[in-house]
Nanobody, 127 residues
Framework: QVQLVESGGGLVQAGGSLRLSCAASGRTFSSYAVGWFRQASGTEREFVAAISRGGGSTYYSDSVKGRFTTSRDNAKNTMYLQMNSLKPEDTAVYYC????????????????????WGQGTQVTVSS
């Protein structure tokens, strides 16, 4: 299975931007769709965004649609999450995870569909 490592988290003021990266090891990164999830303290891990194997399809939660953009560079084995107009409620640990099947709207949102989770990167948005 592919191994994933997130980076790019930090502290930012409300309205600011951050770009998260998810670096994959192994040659099979392009065989996986990839998703972003987040988990705030005391809450369950929730879906944020996902991107298909070739990058042609993306999915977003309603809470980040229009503010976050996910992309990937298979040549660099890396996926990105550009986060703009950040809000204090975006504060959480952000995780990337690999999805081993073809990505559809029916299977993109559930964390149970994903394997090979990274260890997470903290994003804190101050008001």
């Amino acid at each position: 299975q592919v191994q994933l490592v997130e980076s790019g988290g930090g502290l930012v003021q409300a309205g600011g931007s951050l770009r998260l990266s998810c670096a994959a090891s192994g040659r099979t990164f392009s065989s996986y769709a990839v998703g972003w999830f987040r988990q705030a303290s005391g809450t369950e891990r929730e879906f944020v965004a996902a991107i298909s194997r070739g990058g042609g399809s993306t999915y977003y939660s309603d809470s980040v649609k229009g503010r976050f953009t996910t992309s990937r560079d298979n040549a660099k084995n890396t996926m990105y999450l550009q986060m703009n107009s950040l809000k204090p409620e975006d504060t959480a640990v952000y995780y990337c995870a690999a999805h081993p099947r073809v990505l559809y709207s029916t299977n993109a949102y559930s964390r149970n569909e994903y394997v090979s989770w990274g260890q997470g990167t903290q994003v804190t948005v101050s008001s």
